[in-house]
T-cell receptor, first 113, second 116 residues
Framework: GNSVTQMEGPVTLSEEAFLTINCTYT??????LFWYVQYPGEGLQLLLK?????DKGSNKGFEATYRKETTSFHLEKGSVQVSDSAVYFC????????????FGAGTTVTVRA | GAVVSQHPSWVICKSGTSVKIECRSL??????MFWYRQFPKQSLMLMAT?????????EQGVEKDKFLINHASLTLSTLTVTSAHPEDSSFYIC????????????FGEGSWLTVV
């Protein structure tokens, strides 16, 4: 079946530091990959996505590249801000499985001023 | 991007009563809606998938009679927690998929349920 393995947190960084959150997946088909962000007490917001191999998703300074050869979709940001403090979820969507999302466990990121 | 709205954001109910949570797609027609439950500091657990006009498909271990899901129109799905108990207290999140957005799923803001 499909699954997503995400780097465990929590991750604590200083402002302007480089952030990487590792995400790897297993899938039987050709999934789409997503990163969602959840701020305290809120629902999930789509951060970025990639629908096929070698696609790069980017938004708000965050980037992730769909690597089929390593089955990875690592999230990166070159210079984090305090406002980036949140929980980040890597997710996989397989259209052959009723469009259900498979989520990673989530990584809590805290950025200190 | 597409907007999914949940209501209420917060609800407190007494043990034994039922509570309904609404999930609306505001600017698109949602062919499929999903309901999740999230415990503190954990990932989302898919409860059920609902397609407009048909019965919801529940995940293993989710009680159909306790968590009633209705998807009466292309913009509205409801989750009713029946005979609520304190252990049902949780954060419930819906999401929706539209044909027009392809494979992208959009999430509501979530609803906090506290059963006292």
């Amino acid at each position: 079946g499909n699954s997503v393995t995400q780097m465990e947190g929590p991750v604590t960084l200083s402002e302007e530091a480089f952030l990487t959150i590792n995400c790897t997946y297993t899938a039987t088909g050709y999934p789409s990959l997503f990163w969602y962000v959840q701020y305290p007490g809120e629902g999930l917001q789509l951060l970025l996505k990639a629908t096929k191999a070698d696609d790069k998703g980017s938004n708000k300074g965050f980037e992730a590249t769909y690597r089929k050869e390593t089955t990875s979709f690592h999230l990166e940001k070159g210079s984090v801000q305090v406002s980036d403090s949140a929980v980040y979820f890597c997710a996989l969507l397989d259209p052959l499985r009723d469009y259900k999302l498979s989520f990673g466990a989530g990584t809590t990121v805290t950025v200190r001023a | 991007g597409a907007v999914v709205s949940q209501h209420p954001s917060w609800v407190i109910c007494k043990s034994g009563t039922s509570v309904k949570i609404e999930c609306r797609s505001l600017d698109f027609q949602a062919t499929t809606m999903f309901w999740y439950r999230q415990f503190p500091k954990q990932s989302l657990m898919l409860m059920a998938t609902s397609n407009e006009g048909s019965k919801a498909t529940y995940e293993q271990g989710v009680e159909k009679d306790k968590f009633l899901i209705n998807h009466a129109s292309l913009t509205l799905s409801t989750l009713t927690v029946t005979s609520a108990h304190p252990e049902d207290s949780s954060f419930y999140i819906c999401s929706a998929r539209a044909r027009s957005t392809g494979n992208t799923i959009y999430f509501g803001e979530g609803s906090w349920l506290t059963v006292v």
